[in-house]
């Protein structure tokens, strides 16, 4: 079974950076499409980044210019980096992943078949 853990979330101040890692296990994951989503409260859960099996990226809008999403096949690891942080950047961050997966046509549209149990990023001004 497919497993991913995501790791450091935390509090921030606006303008500085956060690195968040995800660790995939159960599965060689270089044949997934993964991504990053995330949810505020109140707020519906959307799509983020994401990375495909050719390296091909996709970002939301909200965050292109400050965000970067890679992965580490050596240590089956995604990454989102994060720059420029935002008080609207406050969610919860959860990793995603579609094994099997060419390409992410958009982020909306994405449905992917595993997910992490999230991580909390809160941006105070």
């Known amino acids: 079974q497919v497993q991913l853990v995501e790791s450091g979330g935390g509090s921030v101040q606006a303008g500085e950076s956060r690195r968040l890692s995800c660790a995939v296990s159960g599965y060689k994951y270089n044949s997934y499409c993964m991504g990053w989503f995330r949810q505020a409260p109140g707020k519906e859960r959307e799509g983020v980044a994401s990375?495909?099996?050719?390296?091909?990226?996709i970002y939301a809008d909200s965050v292109k210019g400050r965000f970067t999403i890679s992965k580490d096949g050596a240590k089956n690891t995604l990454f989102l980096h994060m720059n420029s942080l935002k008080p609207e950047d406050t969610a919860m961050y959860y990793c995603?992943?579609?094994?099997?997966?060419?390409?992410?046509?958009?982020?909306?549209?994405?449905?992917?078949?595993?997910w992490g149990q999230g991580t909390q990023v809160t941006v105070s001004s």
């Open positions: 995603a992943a579609t094994p099997g997966c060419i390409r992410v046509i958009t982020l909306d549209t994405w449905r992917p078949s595993f």
């Open positions: 990375i495909d099996n050719d390296g091909s990226r």
